[in-house]
């Protein structure tokens, strides 16, 4: 019996996999897998349901605690973000790829196939990952192969009998997470159109956003999250609060043009609320208890951190080492920042830690503590070469 494992969403691309799978592959015995990191529960119920309904061997994986600790929180320890967005369809392929492949081995598989477009990020990222943990495993991926459109992907389904929810007029491709939410696809491909508010899912309009602002306090221990106003959570307790409450204040649309690791300029809308509050609160807790060397060195860690993540390349060793030195730093930072969330804006109004570098003693103009006399000779230097730069160039100039 020939057996492969398709990572199975649920929607156009996956779906459509499944008799291709059967009928172009030779595949008698097709093993659906969902991967639970955060999509709607009826989602994950209903493509559980279309998966067997279409007759395939069907896994549902909870892994939202694994994806919120292991995946999302290393995230936010590098303040992970990608041309101005959270990282987070990135961050979750992965893990998803990662539980394919253990109901893979579980079955006695070693042949994949997945939804990917060979005109997106995704492909690279989950065989990556397939091929790092199963490198004999054999992976297909029909959409690319077969160099299918969207359009033709539906009359395709039409004529299988699988129940589709796109249509050639409302044509959005949508992919959530606990981290964010992404849409893309029909009239959204378009940079000069404006999104209609139908799209989104987890944020109000702003318009519409409630009149008072919202206050709130999160507390972090050693880099990540741990609270919001005093109530400890689990990871994705806590991530799905903020979604709920930044999501119902405004905050976290983005509307950005993209640069895809092939060079495709595209235009992708997300919903990130939970993801730009916390990472807002984490980089003002930094710069309280980071020194400047360290936050300085830091901003190019966490941009090479970012870029590996956007990449997929989870497993690889590069990541480890920079994580090593990011470990380091997130020691101290422990503490509670406040932030005030109101029609759409994010502001952090205050912050506290025991490892605070920050002295009002020493900073104040109303104390003596700090001896300023003491500085006259450090200014009387700084800049010294420079300055003798000038001087030399003022010389030469004058001798022509």
């Known amino acids: 019996m020939k057996k492969v494992v398709l990572v199975y969403s649920g929607g156009l691309d996956t779906s459509v996999c499944i008799p291709l799978m059967r009928e172009e ?15 709607p529960e009826e989602d994950i119920r209903e493509a559980a349901e279309k998966a067997r ?10 892994a939202r605690e694994e994806f919120a600790r292991t995946y999302c929180f290393a995230a936010v320890k590098a303040n992970a973000s990608y041309e101005g967005y959270p990282v987070s369809t990135s961050i979750a392929r992965p893990i998803i790829a990662a539980k394919a492949v253990e109901v893979a081995k579980s079955a006695g598989a070693t042949a994949f196939a997945h939804g990917c477009t060979g005109k997106g990020n995704d492909q690279f990222r989950i065989e990556f990952t397939i091929r790092a943990l199963m490198p004999d495993a054999t992976i297909h991926a029909p959409i690319r192969e077969r160099n299918m459109t969207r359009s033709w992907e539906i009359e395709y389904a039409k004529s299988r009998g699988i129940p589709i929810t796109q249509s050639l007029e409302k044509i959005w491709s949508i992919d959530e997470n606990l981290w964010g939410r992404s849409i893309e696809g029909g ?18 309009s702003p318009l519409d956003a409630p009149d008072a602002p919202r206050e709130l306090k999160l507390d972090f221990e050693e880099g990540v999250p741990v609270a919001v106003d005093g109530e400890r959570l689990s990871p994705a307790e806590l991530i799905a609060k903020l979604n709920r409450v930044a999501g119902e204040n405004g905050v976290g649309r983005i509307d950005i043009m993209e640069d895809r690791m092939l060079g495709l300029k595209v235009r992708e809308n997300y919903e990130c609320p939970a993801a730009i509050t916390i990472l807002a609160a984490h980089h003002a ?3 309280l208890v980071l020194t400047r060397e360290e936050l300085r060195f830091k901003a190019l860690v966490d941009a090479e951190w970012s870029q590996l993540a956007y990449y997929g390349l989870w497993f690889d060793p590069f990541k480890e080492d920079l994580e090593a030195f990011i ?7 422990t503490g509670s920042v406040w932030l005030r969330l109101y029609k759409g804006s994010l502001q ?22 700090f001896d300023q006399r003491e500085s006259t000779g450090m200014v009387k230097i700084f800049g010294l070469q420079a300055r003798m730069y000038h001087a030399l160039r003022q010389k ?5």
């Open 285 to 287: 807790l930094e710069a």
């Open 327 to 333: 470990a380091s730093t997130q020691k101290r930072v």
């Open 348 to 369: 952090v109004i205050g912050r506290s830690s025991p490892w605070a570098l920050y002295s009002e003693e020493l900073a104040s103009f109303d104390t003596t503590t």
């Open 396 to 400: 030469h100039e004058a001798q022509r």
């Open 187 to 204: 009239r959204l491909e378009e940079p000069d159109y404006a999104p209609p508010e139908g799209i989104f899912r987890w944020t109000r």
């Open 25 to 39: 592959y030779g595949y008698d015995h097709v093993i659906t897998v969902t991967v639970d990191v955060g999509q």
């Open 53 to 62: 309904t279409l007759g395939t061997e069907h896994y549902t994986v909870p």
